[in-house]
């Protein structure tokens, strides 16, 4: 069933999203605090509107760099009316920041799910993400012919805090899993050993994640030299893994492997590095 479908955040999953839900049949607009940011997903076949045009939609999705700029927009959208809208909350937060958001929403008269995502831009494409739902049962239930179109697998997970406990769980392997395979790759230092065949040989084993096996060639080029831009950067993974860090400290849990790997990614930002695949921070490793 088509239905129109307002994104605020027009980045590189915003704009997948409005590319994705288009051409699956839905009326879509998108509003971003730099309207020129818009014009991929207007180009998609999306709508570019101000706040009004998307508070009057029937579904909105939040796509926005952190808490606090979800924060301020969706204030200024309960502002404006968000009566019977159902709100589907998209990035990485704190559960305590979720849960803030839910209050907003739901004071503003809207159904509210925060349903973090596991996956990029090519997933987001191809409706492959994984979806890490919470909320309640009826706004699960009624964001689910959305999310059916952007994730192969949509998950109910409770509260809006489970939810977003989950996406800190999901991507805190991948963020250290970077500096340990450059920890590997230092082992065959003067083996002569070429890296394409160390990293295809590590993707085959059980040392090998998805992330590898999708991303092989990527990490083979950054090791050659050509560092890659990331469509879920080194920036983005400093960013959650300071956020697990900060729910661990808060409740007294100790992360240490966490812990170490946060000073590697911040020589890797102070770097110039932000922009690019977690590989090169593989890469600074296995040539340390």
């Known amino acids: 069933m088509s239905q129109t479908i307002g994104i605020a955040g027009t980045g590189r999953m915003g704009t997948a999203f409005a590319r994705r839900l288009a051409e699956t049949g839905h009326r879509v607009r998108v509003w971003n605090r730099s309207p020129d940011r818009t014009a991929a997903a207007v180009a998609a076949g999306a709508e570019a509107v101000d706040l009004p045009g998307l508070a009057a939609c029937e579904v909105i999705l939040l796509s926005l760099t952190d808490a606090a700029a979800s924060r301020s927009v969706l204030r200024n959208l309960a502002a404006t009316g968000l009566q019977g809208r159902l709100v589907i909350e998209m990035s990485t937060l704190l559960p305590d920041e979720a849960g803030s958001l839910a209050v907003i929403a739901g004071t503003a008269g809207a159904d509210f799910l925060h349903c973090p995502v596991g996956g990029t831009v090519a997933p987001a ?101 050509t560092d890659q831009p990331g469509t879920f950067d080194i920036a983005g993974l400093a960013k959650d893994l300071g956020l697990a860090l900060t729910l661990a400290e808060s409740e007294g849990v100790e992360l240490p492997l966490a812990q170490a790997t946060r000073s590697r990614y911040g020589a890797a930002l102070a770097a110039g590095l932000g922009g690019f695949d977690g590989a090169s921070l593989t890469r600074r490793t296995a040539e340390r």
Request: positive net charge; aromatic residues 2%.
């Open 125 to 225: 494409l191809k409706g492959q993400l994984l979806g890490m739902a919470g909320g309640t049962p009826a706004a699960f239930d009624r964001a689910r012919p959305v999310l059916d179109q952007l994730c192969r697998r949509v998950e109910h997970l409770g509260t809006p805090a489970a939810a977003a406990r989950m996406k800190l769980a999901v991507n805190l392997p991948l963020a250290v899993y970077w500096q340990v395979l450059g920890e590997s790759l230092a082992l065959l230092r003067g083996t002569g050993v070429p890296d394409d065949l160390a990293i295809s040989l590590i993707a085959d084993s059980s040392a090998g994640p998805n992330v590898l096996k999708t991303r092989a060639q990527v990490v083979v080029d950054t090791l050659a030299g």
